[in-house]
DNA sequence: TTGAAAGCGCTAACAT
DNA sequence: ATGTTAGCGCTTTCAA
């Protein structure tokens, strides 16, 4: 491994003027052109893990997310790393599986590691972000809320339960079920309050109750749900999907018995990138999910920059894809 | 921040033994509960930077994927991570977006950061692991063969080309065409020679050239072959597909045309975690990305550990779900 | 078994 | 503008 000692004795100068060279302050030109071509030579990269402990820092965020396999949070990573990268950053991909103890461990890595930052979907309400914050390290809060008074950035899921509701109902359906995730989830919590809210005004159905399910936010739990709507002496004509993934499963369990939609109306809080459906036959309430990333990206990097203002959390809204189809 | 200076301060022993409780070499009993306790007393936590400076190591592995956004990398990604982390070491996940620069990039993260190893499936032919491979630092090759005499773990891809491809002649399809991922990518060359040696073994279709298309492995590419195809003075009666997302594409297109499968014949060299199809409306060729990411960490923990075996290619075949329809 | 001390590669005072 | 030097927190000889 070739050091800044390498170099400076081969450039003519001392290891401080190759660190200078390297991190942009003052060094004559021709001093800066002898140890370019010096590191050049002997193939000189920086240390980072020296620079780090030496500074500090590094420029590494993690982002952690409850599950990588959910497009979803993939399509936000993405806009979390294509800002950060720009910004010379790496991003650290850290999957909690949606338990508590792998997200503390990650977190207590970023501690370890000096990483510069964290973005955060959290596993669930009990989690810590205790330590971290007693870091000062800025985190930054996505798709979940917290406890905590840390940026962040989530959806109005309220009124994307409301538009997913009111697009079915205007769409002709009179009967319109709820599978969403688990309860204790805000997110999952506050979409189907929306479903409440759009079925109460439209004054059209009153046993609410028997028609919402709390499942997993992950493909198997909501097909179970919807066999049981199906089950029900007086099933759903219509479903509202609190995620994604709920809206493949339920999809799925319904074309399996022949029941595509519209036969049954469905609508979709998030969007169903890999659908392999008619474009028009589902209503999507799409979530920006890319944008949602990049917003956190970018508040995270002023909160490393030194920005200092109160926290502030941005909500985004989603974009309503009505299906084309109505009631058949 | 609290060293283990601190510590071993607080209880009373030299920082030396502080470390050595930490790593696990002798120390008497009750230094090490003292020990302990102090450390848990101050909540301190090991700096990795500094050990990782120290050993010139750190227990962390790079998997570098091209499309952090195509569920077969995310599956792969969790086979990874499950085993490493049990054997106590963090996943970088790095995206290179199908682009050598920044794979480059992050190879040289890697170095820079003293990560353990790397697990790849490389951007392009042109991917150089000189650098990596110089520093000693083990590579292992996934879903993707490389020039480099490095461990692999690769899918039988020939054979899963063979195998979608007999499902829909069997299934008594006659025009089949392929839409494959970019030719310079063995992969996709692999599967496609699959479908050319299936349909000449069967001696029932000749203009073979006619129907075969590169796109990228993307939705969109698919999409925009398959309408080409439709658009034939003779179209083809089923369709291979070379991977789930060049399979969601051309089935898309052919949902919005009306002609669901089995209609026309689709076989998918890949899964469709996704799909909301009628679970037997098309022919899959699992592949066992998880089981491969898997593989490929145990041989990468392998080398870490200090085998200096010669380079092994595991070669992990697809699984076939045939269609249960046939041609209508 | 334990401690003292050197040093991993880098940066940032401080001095020139 | 440039060099000298002292650490960042840890591990690891070497001695005791």
């Known amino acids: 491994m070739t050091t800044i000692y390498d170099v400076a004795e081969r ?4 290891p401080a003027t190759v660190s200078r060279v390297f991190n942009g302050t003052s060094v004559s030109a021709e001093k800066v052109a002898a140890v370019r071509k010096a590191a050049a030579d002997l193939n000189f990269t920086p240390n980072r893990t020296a620079r780090s402990l030496r500074t500090q820092s590094s420029e590494v965020i993690a982002l952690v997310i409850p599950d990588i396999e959910n497009p979803y949070f993939t399509e936000m990573a993405r806009g979390v790393e294509d800002v950060a990268s720009e ?11 949606s338990q508590t103890e792998k997200e503390a461990t990650y977190l207590q890595i970023a501690i370890a590691e000096h990483m510069s930052g964290v973005i955060i979907a959290t596993a669930s309400e009990t989690t810590s972000l205790d330590s971290i914050l007693s870091t000062g390290r800025p985190v930054v809060a996505v798709d979940r809320a917290t406890r905590y008074d840390v940026d962040g950035v989530v959806i109005a899921n309220r009124a994307a339960g409301i538009a997913a509701t009111e697009s079915l109902i205007e769409a002709g359906y009179r009967r319109i079920a709820y599978i969403g995730g688990p309860e204790d989830i805000d997110t999952a919590a506050d979409r189907a309050a929306g479903w409440r809210a759009a079925l109460a005004a439209a004054e059209t159905q009153t046993d609410i109750g028997a028609l919402q399910r709390f499942a997993t936010f992950r493909v198997d739990g909501a097909r179970a749900a919807m066999e049981e709507l199906l089950a029900l002496p007086e099933p ?20 399996e018995r022949g029941l595509t939609p519209p036969q049954i109306g469905v609508a979709v809080v998030g969007s169903l990138p890999f659908t392999t459906l008619s474009p028009t036959a589902v209503t999507m309430v799409r979530l920006p999910a890319r944008h949602m990333g990049v917003t956190a990206a970018r508040m995270l990097l002023e ?11 941005v909500v985004l809204r989603g974009d309503v894809q009505h299906a084309s189809a109505v009631r058949v």
């Open 11 to 14: 450039a003519g100068v001392s």
């Open 87 to 97: 910004a010379g950053y790496s991003v650290v991909l850290c999957n909690s599986d």
């Open 236 to 255: 759903p004509d219509a479903v509202v999907a609190g995620n994604n993934l709920i809206g493949v499963g339920a999809i799925q369990v319904l074309t």
């Open 303 to 313: 909160r490393i920059g030194g920005d200092a203002q109160p926290a502030r959390t």
